[in-house]
Every structure is written in C-alpha cells, then in structure tokens.
C-alpha cells in the first residue's frame, strides 16, 4: 500500500522563486492542498526541488502538476543517503500541460 512520503517534518529547498517572491510563489505552496496556490520557479535551465525526509523512504510513484505552458521537459528523480552523493533513480517526460501527472518508477 502507498503511502505519502510528505510530511510536517520533511525539510523542503528550491533552485529559486519567481521574482524572489517567496509570499506568492514560495516553496510552501507546493504541499499545501490548494489548487490556487503553486511554487513558481524563476526562468532557466535546471530548476530543482529537494526534499529531506525525517527517514529513510523508498519512493515508487511521482506525482506532479504544472501550470498548462510551464511544464518541465525532463524530469529527473535522484536520491543519496545522509551525507552522500546523488545517483540518478529514475527521469521520465512530463506532458506540458495543467493535470495531475504521476510517473511509476521502475
């Protein structure tokens, strides 16, 4: 059975916010539950999300949603140990588009 990996304790960072506007577009819209809000990355290559999980987590489906036009062309999933470096897990394609994507990992 699926469980959710994000909880109150999981440590989130981002690549960057739009326009440094951390009230309107920051990292806290992107767990909240509201379909009005949403973390806005600014423009550029390689935007990123890290989470830092209270545990150690074995994470088997992604699950994301992007503005329609804004949407990643790859995604890549990677993950490491306390303290270690990261390996590649798993990169998948999202479609440019504003529905829920969700992408098994292998």
Known sequence: MASQLICSET???VSSVLN???KQ????????????????S??????????EFP???KVSV????????????????????????FTELSQFYPEDNNCLQISSLK
Do not use: H, I
């Not at 577009?25 to 806005?40: I, S």
């Not at 600014?42 to 989470?51: A, Y």
């Not at 992604?62 to 470096?85: H, I, M, P, W």
């Open 42 to 51: 600014d423009q550029g290559d390689c935007q990123w999300v890290l989470l």
């Open 11 to 13: 440590q989130s960072r």
């Open 62 to 85: 992604v699950k994301l949603q992007f503005q329609g036009g804004f949407s990643a062309k790859t995604c890549r999933l990677e993950g490491c140990c306390k303290d270690g470096d």
């Open 25 to 40: 577009f920051g990292k806290k819209f992107m767990f909240d539950c509201n379909e009005e809000t949403c973390w806005n």
């Open 55 to 57: 545990r150690s987590v």
């Open 20 to 22: 440094r506007d951390v």
